[in-house]
């Protein structure tokens, strides 16, 4: 049971424990229950949040017994970790939209089949709602020193600046709180979540010892990041979600097929359940053979899979290499077309008329009409993978794809599209 932890130790994805020794021997005792949480401030978990719910699922795989909880309270007060600003609350309809939305994709990385490690899946609101404003400060408030609140650091920081209300000062007693119902309810003696987590992980140890004397263990993820300096999980256009109407399964699969090679194996160790030894191999790839980006393809095709599905998965292959000219554009989807151009420089026009190098251009596939024209000129410009030598070339409807599309590429690596209507 002590081997998860040498696992993740392995897969570099801990941050901090309250005591790994002491874990380890509570480990090697056999299994425990485990917790994970996950507030709803949006209507999806992100990629983020992914890497904390795999820990969890580690943990199951490993034998334990995982709980997963929706934060249906805490999400109606907002985390102040990691925030300069107040939260803008959302009202009580939003947060149970997204509390239920973001139930069924905990679900997914769970089993709940019968056994001695079947998963839980709970909400916060279910023991929170029913406590009033004088047992919540009787009985829990007065355990929290207002001193050892205050120098928290998700507290400290917002304190020389803006400022922080009363609502998000008491987010750490609630997530306090949680942790010692599920000891109570489910025999809970360890929480994770990632390390911006850590002051409110740990006030939950604390509690469930001034209240119940017991020793309780706390484990936080690292927060990733890219070799480049960009924020992990994010794109010119926001996070990267796991909910496909949010960020489309071809996004999401594009996303890790671009991988840098300097964080492709890290991301390969914290993302997919692949073996130490697959991933050495892959890592001696990179290291041969970087142009082959055989990393960058495993981690795409298991993570999209993992997220999305198989047939997902084949749908976002099918696109990546149909707009590369490696199959037939004709076989795509309407979906699936939609999203593999909502990737590339695209212009969207009212109708027909425009020339192939007008529309090259007005799409931003090349910098100017004397660049399309000598692109066409040259032998390097395609519509729907057929390479078209006029450059007086008029797409006509007989073109269209869906009654709606044109791919447009020059080379072999550069794509666009236009969207009629």
Request: a negative charge; one cysteine or more; charged letters at 25%.
């Amino acid at each position: 049971m002590t081997d998860i932890l040498d696992e993740l130790e392995w897969r570099d994805v801990t941050a901090q424990t309250t005591d790994t020794d002491a874990l380890r021997e509570t480990l090697s005792k056999g299994p425990i229950t485990v917790y994970a949480g996950f507030d709803p401030t949006a209507p999806s978990l992100h990629v983020g949040n992914l890497a904390t719910l795999l820990i969890l699922t580690r943990f199951q795989r490993a034998g334990h017994r995982p709980i997963g909880l929706v934060g249906g309270a805490t999400g109606l007060i907002g985390d102040p970790s990691g925030r300069s600003t107040e939260r803008a609350l959302n009202t009580s309809e939003v947060v149970a939209e997204w509390v239920a939305r973001i139930r069924v994709q905990v679900e997914k990385f769970l089993s709940f089949e019968p056994g001695p490690n079947a998963a839980t899946l709970v909400s916060n609101l279910d023991w929170t709602a029913e406590l009033s404003a004088i047992d919540f400060l009787r009985d829990v408030g007065k355990h929290f020193p207002v001193n050892r609140m205050l120098a928290r650091e998700s507290v400290s920081a917002r304190l020389g600046g803006e400022g922080l209300s009363y609502t998000e000062f008491s987010y750490q007693i609630l997530q306090a709180n949680d942790y010692l119902e599920l000891y109570r309810r489910h025999g809970c003696t360890l929480q994770l979540g990632g390390s911006d987590q850590w002051g409110n992980i740990t006030a939950g140890v604390d509690l469930i010892r001034r209240v119940e004397g017991a020793h309780v263990h706390a484990l936080t993820g690292k927060l990733i990041t890219k070799a480049d300096g960009t924020k992990f999980g994010k794109t010119a256009g926001g996070a990267v979600w796991l909910d496909p109407a949010l960020t489309t399964p071809y996004a999401f699969y594009q996303y890790w097929l671009n991988a840098d090679d300097r964080d492709v194996i890290r991301f390969l160790k914290v993302f997919t359940f692949r073996s130490r030894e697959e991933i050495e191999h892959l890592e001696k790839a990179v290291a041969d053979r970087p142009f082959a980006r055989e990393a960058q393809r495993t981690l795409a095709e298991d993570l999209t899979t993992l997220v999305h599905g198989p047939q997902e998965l084949a749908a976002a292959v099918a696109a990546s290499k149909a707009l590369f000219g490696q199959g037939s554009l004709d076989e795509l989807p309407a979906s699936t077309l939609a999203a593999a151009l909502a990737e590339v420089p695209k212009a969207t026009v009212p109708g027909l008329g425009a020339s192939l190098v007008d529309l090259m251009a007005d799409s931003g596939l090349v910098e100017s009409k004397s660049a399309a024209r000598r692109a066409v000129k040259e032998g390097g410009a395609y519509l729907n993978n057929t390479k078209i030598t006029d450059e007086a070339y008029v797409p006509a409807a007989a073109d269209l794809l869906h009654g709606r599309f044109l791919v447009l590429r020059r080379g072999k690596k550069s794509v666009g599209g236009v969207e009629v209507g």
